[in-house]
């Protein structure tokens, strides 16, 4: 990737880049819509990235081309405004931010590839986030603090783009650290790197399935946990544990009662799973991730057909410990927790039930936990 990354602003510019940047995708093993509850989440940080060649501009002036985009971005650092819906918007946001927390920023100009699908779930919008504020960071001289910066893409996509995402994302792409999949209490932003036991790999299936997270279903959910914790007399879903939350769910209309119920309990499995990881327990770990689904498919409400279809195919594979959906969900990919030995197989077998099930053959993929943003 860096060579073709270096060739494609070559092509563009004349010359070789000043600096590239990598920047991951992520899966999240367990915790899903946890974030923004405050809760636990545990993410890993994955081996496909977006990758941004760059050399600094004297004119205060920010130029960026995506080889996935049409368009290129193009504005100036001193005044520039919201353009519409489209990749800009998280250009502008992050712009936008690093300036509002005093940072000088230098201008620069750039191309970048990807190998992360958009839409997916693997967090392809923080990969880029983290990317630009990598750039910036590279060309201004001050250091990419990989908490700061996260915090940054948060207020940006927040902010600027207008999805209420949690911190997990920019927090996992800026901090991966191969091999490790990342715990993080999101209230306090206590952290604890985690091996992935050994003999078992991570399968990633995409459905093909897209979803749209500055649309209304993500931020419907998060509205959906605030008016029950709300109701329940607790700043967030993350102050209750299930056994509080059993016995005062009746206080909840039924369907901020379902949604609550998965944060709560989903809370536990994280801190359930980090006990079965550590403990080199595969079983434990893949029933956890196999609950998780279950929930936010009945309760959560945040799978979609194909989902579940790849996560009942996977299933049925000999050497599948689990799987779930990972990400925002509305659509993208789903992954499983395999046997090592059978990972490859069992990725060729998803393709061949897929396609006799639903028909085309979906991208499927072993996946390393890898290192986050970084110069290289
Ligand atoms: P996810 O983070 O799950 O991939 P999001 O909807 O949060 O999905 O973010 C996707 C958005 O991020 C895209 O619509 C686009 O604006 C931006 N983006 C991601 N990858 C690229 C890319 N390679 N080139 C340009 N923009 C990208
Ligand atoms: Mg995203």
Redesign the pocket.
């Known amino acids: 990737m860096k060579a073709a990354i270096e060739r494609a602003f070559r092509e563009r510019f004349g010359t070789d880049p000043e600096h590239v940047v990598r920047s991951p995708g992520r899966v999240n093993l367990i915790g899903e819509h946890t974030d923004y509850n405050d809760g636990y989440v545990l993410p890993v940080a994955i081996d496909r990235a977006?990758w941004l060649a760059l050399r600094p501009r004297r004119d205060g002036r920010v130029r960026l081309h995506?080889l996935?985009?049409p368009d290129p971005v193009d504005f100036s650092i001193d005044a520039f405004g919201p353009s519409g819906e489209?990749?800009a918007?998280?250009v502008k946001g992050m712009t936008r931010a690093l300036l509002d927390s005093g940072r000088k920023l230098v201008g620069w100009e750039g191309v970048?590839a990807?190998g992360?699908?958009?839409?997916?779930?693997?967090?392809?919008?923080?990969?880029?986030e983290m990317a630009v504020a990598a750039a910036f960071a590279a060309v201004s001289g001050f250091a990419f603090e990989a908490d700061a910066m996260a915090r940054l893409g948060q207020v940006a996509e927040n902010d600027w783009v207008g999805?209420r995402?949690g911190i997990m994302?920019p927090m996992i792409v800026a901090q991966g650290r191969a091999g490790h999949a990342l715990w993080i209490d999101c209230r306090s932003l206590e952290r604890a790197a985690v091996p992935l036991p050994r003999g078992v790999a991570i399968l990633v299936m995409d459905t093909g399935t897209r979803?749209?997270?500055?649309s209304s279903g993500y931020n419907d959910r998060r509205a959906a946990c605030e008016r029950a914790a709300g109701r329940l007399g607790v700043s967030h879903l993350r102050d209750l544990s299930s056994k509080d939350f059993e016995t005062r769910a009746g206080m909840l209309a039924a369907t901020d009662r379902r949604r609550a119920r998965h944060v709560v309990h989903e809370n536990e499995r994280v801190l359930a799973m980090l006990d079965a990881m550590r403990g080199g327990d595969v079983e434990a770990m893949g029933r956890l991730m196999d609950e998780s689904h279950e929930s936010l498919a009945r309760d959560f409400e945040v799978t979609n057909r194909a989902l579940d279809a790849m996560v009942r195919i996977v299933r049925s594979r000999p050497g599948c410990r689990g799987a779930r959906m990972t990400?925002?969900g509305f659509g993208?990919c789903a992954i499983a927790l395999v046997d090592a030995a059978r990972a490859e197989a069992i990725g060729e077998e998803v393709r061949d039930a897929w396609e006799a099930a639903m028909g085309g053959r979906p991208e499927v993929f072993v996946t390393r936990a890898s290192k986050g943003t970084s110069l290289v």
Not at 116 to 128: D, E, K, R, T, V
Request: aromatic content about 6%; hydrophobic content about 35%.
């Open positions: 977006i995506s996935d985009e489209g990749w918007e998280y970048l990807s992360i699908p958009i839409g997916a779930g693997l967090s392809s919008s923080a990969a880029l999805a995402t994302d979803h749209d997270h500055a990400g925002g993208g």
